[in-house]
């Protein structure tokens, strides 16, 4: 069974900083892109940065410069350091591992990140 589970979310101050991360389970983690995308109310879920399966990253260009994704594919962890937030940044965030050659993608549950004074 595929577990993708996110955690580090909660409220911060406005130009405070966060670090998400999400254990995968059930899957050969290393062989998988990672991602993290985000989803603000009345919104569509919008991508905010992957980081592949050979390390190489892409990120929205809303988040450039202030988000970080890592992985470590020794704990089955991909993170999401996020600096200077603001409160655009406010949504809830979910972790995806997809393996494009299967037709595998998968989601976690999510984890709500609240930028506010």
């Known amino acids: 069974q595929v577990q993708l589970v996110e955690s580090g979310g909660g409220l911060v101050q406005p130009g405070g900083s966060l670090r998400l991360s999400c254990a995968a389970s059930?899957?050969?983690?290393?062989?998988?892109?990672m991602g993290w995308y985000r989803q603000a109310p009345g919104t569509e879920r919008e991508l905010v940065a992957v980081i592949r399966r050979d390390g190489s990253t892409n990120y929205a260009d809303f988040v450039k410069g202030r988000f970080t994704i890592s992985r470590d594919n020794a704990k089955n962890t991909v993170y999401l350091q996020m600096n200077g937030l603001n409160a655009e940044d406010t949504a809830v965030y979910y972790c995806?591992?997809?393996?494009?050659?299967?037709?595998?993608?998968?989601w976690g549950q999510g984890t709500q990140v609240a930028v506010s004074s």
């Open positions: 059930g899957i050969i983690f290393r062989l998988y892109n």
């Open positions: 995806n591992a997809r393996r494009p050659s299967l037709g595998n993608d998968y």
